[in-house]
Structure formats: C-alpha cells, structure tokens
C-alpha cells in the first residue's frame, strides 16, 4: 500500500513540474524582457487608455482581457470599449448595461459576433454588474464595406443622421504607415486594392473617435480590439495621438510561437506588452 501510495505522490508530483514548466503564456515588454503580470498591472493602472489587442480566437487573450478589467478595476474606475460592437448598436447595448434589455434581446437587437457568448459575454456581463460605462466603438460595417469598394469619397452619401457613427469626416489618411502598406502588399492586381487599407483606416479613425469620446479624464479606457488595429504603435494608435497627444497610453498584443522560453524578434516592438501564446493553444472557433 505504501508503495502504491508513493508511486501516485511520485506522479502527481511529475505532473505538477511538468505543467510548471508547460506555460501557456508568457509576458514580455517591447524589448523582449520577461515581465510579471503584477509589474504589467501597475503600469498601466497609471496610463489613461490602454488598447488591448487580441487574437479574436484565441482564449488566453479573452481571459487576461477579464482579469486585466477586473484587476485595474479594483484599483481606480475604469471605462471599457471595444471592437466587437458597431456605434449604431451603442443603444441596445446601453438597454442591456442598464437591465432593460435581455441578453436574448441583445442578441437579437444587435450584430453580435459569432464568439460573442464565449468570448465577450464575460467582458460585457462584468461591466454591467459594476455599472461600468461600455462603448461600441466601431464603425457599422456597411461603411467600412462602401470604403473597401468605392473609396472615402463613398462616406459622403451617408446620411447625416448616420455619419454620427463614424469618425469626423474627412478622415485622416496616412498610406506610408507600415500597417496600411503591407496590406496593400498583401493584395497584389487585386481590383481596388488601394482602398483596403483606407476602410481599415475608417475602423482605426472610428475606433479612436470614440474612444475619445467617452474617456472620461480621471478614469481608465480599456478598449479591446483585434492586434492589427493596434500593433507597432499604429491604427487606433495613430489617431489617438494625432487628436489627443498629451494623454497616456499602453498597447497589449497577442502573439503565438513554437517555444515561449524567448521572444521572437519579429515580435519585439510591437507593442509595450505583449502576451506570447503557445501556438498548439486551443482555439475558441
């Protein structure tokens, strides 16, 4: 029996060590340093907006996004904003935050993604029991869509009831940002090809648009959005500043790789804090 006993310890024990060395993250800053959650925490509890970039399929970027909300929130109030949510569904979203409205009616009444459930639910359900303001800060996809084939010029035949959802116009535009020109790269004798980069730009423009409109001086904006739309100090990045230089600002972005024990040089730079995933992570869809 003893035998039998130690042998379990043995491999309970075996288990232990191996999980402990079987990370599936590890925390980095721009550099390439390893750095604690409990450093990365205090630092940004002193910025004013932080934009937190995801892997919209990935699960360990939606959990830290919830225990980074949770933790700054226990330390000074914060606002929350993100991607997922269109300007022109800001009103169901309110209704929901207030307990007017369902989480089926939710569904019902505004574009949820697909992931929402999984992915999002949680961010949303914990500003609503905190009664903590939550944006929509993109712009309706239709819009994006009109840019994508026609062009900026296309925005100026939306309504102006509907212009109040997205960013001023005209829109600032910068084609040498390293961002919007890889993505033309990425589209070689494609028909209308320079105009991708422009409807990622009005998301960018929108996103930081609102984003400034309901900071709150004094309060901490937590926006979450995809990687792209923040990464190497760019997109929404670009905008806050050129609007609002003097405020404080922290990126977060979600890399994967083979091995998490040093950080890839392609993905040094890319943002003050960044989450390496092991690449074998199991993805939300």
């Not at 940002?177 to 960018?204: C, I, R, T, W």
């Amino acid at each position: 029996m003893k035998k039998i006993l130690f042998t379990l310890l043995t491999m309970l024990f075996t288990t232990v060590v191996i999980a402990q060395h079987k990370p599936a993250y590890v925390l980095y800053n721009a550099k390439g340093k390893k750095i604690s959650y409990k450093k990365m925490l205090s630092r940004l509890s002193q910025k004013d907006i932080v934009l937190f970039g995801e892997f919209h399929n990935n699960p360990i970027a939606h959990w830290l996004q919830l225990e980074v909300s949770q933790d700054l929130g226990a330390q000074r109030k914060i606002t929350m904003g993100a991607e997922m949510f269109e300007q022109d569904n800001q009103s169901a979203l309110d209704a929901y935050l207030m307990g007017k409205l369902s989480a089926k009616g939710l569904d019902s009444s505004a574009r949820l993604w697909n992931n929402y459930k999984t992915d999002y639910a949680p961010l949303v359900n914990y500003a609503k029991e905190n009664k903590i303001v939550f944006a929509a800060t993109n712009v309706p996809r239709k819009y994006a869509s009109m840019v994508s084939r026609l062009g900026f010029s296309a925005l100026d035949t939306i309504p102006d009831r509907e212009k109040a959802w997205i960013a001023p116009l005209p829109i600032a535009y910068d084609s040498t940002l390293p961002g919007y020109k890889k993505m033309l790269e990425m589209m070689p004798g494609h028909n209308n090809a320079s105009n991708f980069p422009k409807a990622q730009a009005v998301k960018d423009a929108t996103m930081s648009h609102f984003i400034l409109k309901y900071f709150v001086p004094g309060n901490l904006f937590i926006h979450f959005n995809g990687s792209y739309h923040s990464e190497n100090y760019e997109g929404i990045l670009w905008y806050l500043k050129q609007e609002k230089p003097q405020l404080k600002y922290a990126t977060i972005t979600t890399v994967s790789q083979k091995k998490l024990s040093s950080l890839l040089a392609e993905n040094k730079g890319k943002a003050d804090y960044i989450i390496c995933v092991d690449e074998d992570m199991t993805s939300t869809y």
